[in-house]
T-cell receptor
């Protein structure tokens, strides 16, 4: 049973296209996140959602629009893809509460924009 | 604001040798500390975390880390590594309290274990 699952795992697309990455967690967590890992392996939070509400938006371009239909799902839609969007996108989740709670990551979605 | 510095980008080591991966952090507030491991083409898995109490924390796969507040360090150690430990290791911090998952990561250390 995969705790945090995201699809697709690999995605190659052309500049200007619109694409979505889906994420689901079966851990019963209240909080979900999107992290981006760039080509230098640097990881940074993009968004944080608590019970379907946006809590953190780390100055991400508005071409990126997360959507949370329920607290178990957090999808990421990207409009007008650019070369610089090529990265690995990780979905994650954790229980609400102390920041000492473990954050569980999905296996990542490798996005390549050509 | 917080920052995390992993002092070695790559650490090669022979199988069964000990290893230490170094991590220093800077923060104006109290933090919790984490080590995550990323195997090739996989997601991140928690190795261990320090919240409070004993400064020596033990994690999965025989890893341990020691929190040193005065040196603002959280170095990861394993007394005897295996080939299967080859992976990238990330140190991370988060502000205490409700931070809604805003981990600050280091740049990663690639551990390569040679036979």
């Amino acid at each position: 049973d995969t705790a945090v699952s995201q699809t697709p795992k690999y995605l190659v697309t052309q500049m200007g296209n619109d694409k979505s990455i889906k994420c689901e967690q079966n851990l019963g967590h209240d909080t979900m996140y999107w992290y981006k890992q760039d080509s230098k392996k640097f990881l940074k939070i993009m968004f944080s959602y608590n019970n379907k509400e946006l809590i953190i938006n780390e100055t991400v371009p508005n071409r990126f629009s997360p959507k949370s239909p329920d607290k178990a799902h957090l999808n990421l839609h990207i409009n007008s893809l650019e070369l610089g969007d090529s990265a690995v996108y990780f979905c994650a989740s954790s229980p609400l509460g102390t920041s000492g709670n473990t954050i569980y990551f999905g296996e990542g979605s490798w996005l390549t924009v050509v | 604001a917080q920052s995390v510095t992993q002092l070695d980008s790559q650490v090669p080591v022979f199988e069964e040798a000990p290893v230490e991966l170094r991590c220093n952090y800077s923060s104006s507030v109290s933090v919790y500390l984490f080590w995550y491991v990323q195997y090739p083409n996989q997601g991140l898995q928690l190795l261990l975390k320090y919240l409070s109490g004993s400064t020596l924390v033990k994690g999965i796969n025989g890893f341990e880390a020691e929190f040193n507040k005065s040196q603002t360090s959280f170095h990861l150690r394993k007394p005897s590594v295996h080939i299967s430990d080859t992976a990238e290791y990330f140190c991370a911090v988060i502000s205490r309290g409700t931070s809604y998952g805003k981990l600050t990561f280091g740049q990663g250390t690639i551990l390569t274990v040679h036979p």
